[in-house]
DNA sequence: CTCCTTAGGTTGATGCGTCAACCAAGCCAG
DNA sequence: CTGGCTTGGTTGACGCATCAACCTAAGGAG
């Protein structure tokens, strides 16, 4: 067929090499942390954070500003963890609740953090060695600050018809 | 709380930011994808691969080989294409049927597919630039090599009990 | 031929992510 | 005080991805 012309053969091919590493490294790590601890990658997101945070304990839109999600997946999610016991949501005097992490989460991803880690290392710090991590990890940030550049001019947010 | 040493700081950041990169340039790539076309990152992929290959038709297991799917999510999707017209399933002198590429998916992929490479071009190509593309293209394969020796020591092809 | 395995594919259940709608304060203008 | 806006959060519907179970035909071994 038509074969189109989008990218070069150089773009293209380092662009596919860097979607499938992303897609295998992503789904390796997500399956071993499934099958061996029953913990999603969304799991570990919340409870990393939490367990990282001062008491154990943050507001959702805390882990919403730590995480990028949107307000209605955290919702759902730390809906679906309470259910679980890995977190509680406990009432404080704000008007809102704080998200306390259980201690059946914190033995949860202490029983797991180790073992993620050490599957990290293998996969990208061991291959990548320390100077293209390193580089890898600026570019990233660069990638990030252009999208974000982008974003602000394209879409203000929210702001437009106001006048 | 206990702020696990779980992989020291240089590592950790390089890690962060190149998975808030990935979850920054999926989420905008498929976000404009979607608004401005009405099409998922998946549709693109299928597309994609039924729009290279020699007369827009291949069997569904090719797909699966190209995209890395699960025989399931490849059902479960092509049947959704189906009922949106963008492909068919056509019999064929085999005893399976043959993916063929409709006329509107061929305009739906045609419509979106410059958009798209000028959004990758954007924020991949012309922020790395050519030799850290191409860096990134080779560790990326590494990482995927790696990855892949790794499994076939660890889980050879469902062959372990057959005596 | 019969039994068994394998390959290609479908199906149903379930959990997740997104979107749009909604709700309940708090805040500020008038 | 009233009305409108913003913030933090919940809800329901829907589409998608995964898993396990299943179906069918083809290939091989006995």
């Given at each position: ?20 590493m992303?897609?295998t490294l992503a789904?390796h ?94 996969f ?40």
């Amino acid at each position: 067929m038509g074969k189109g012309p989008w990218l070069d053969d150089d773009e293209q091919a380092a662009w596919r090499s860097y979607l499938l590493m992303n897609k295998t490294l992503a789904t390796h790590l997500e399956r071993h942390l499934q099958r061996e601890f029953g913990m999603s990658n969304s799991d570990f997101e919340i409870l990393v954070n939490l367990s990282e945070s001062e008491h154990g304990r943050m507001r959702a839109f805390e882990l919403g500003r730590a995480t990028q999600w949107e307000k209605s997946r955290m919702s759902h999610h730390l809906s679906r963890m309470e259910k679980r016991g890995l977190i509680r949501k406990e009432a404080c005097e704000s008007r809102y609740p704080e998200i306390v992490i259980t201690e059946k989460g914190l033995a949860a991803i202490r029983a797991c953090a180790p073992a993620h880690a050490a599957r990290v290392r293998e996969f990208f710090v061991d291959v990548l060695g320390t100077d293209r991590m390193i580089a890898l990890g600026q570019a990233s940030d660069e990638i990030v600050d252009t999208i974000g550049k982008h974003c602000e001019s394209d879409c203000p947010p929210e702001v437009s018809g106001l006048g």
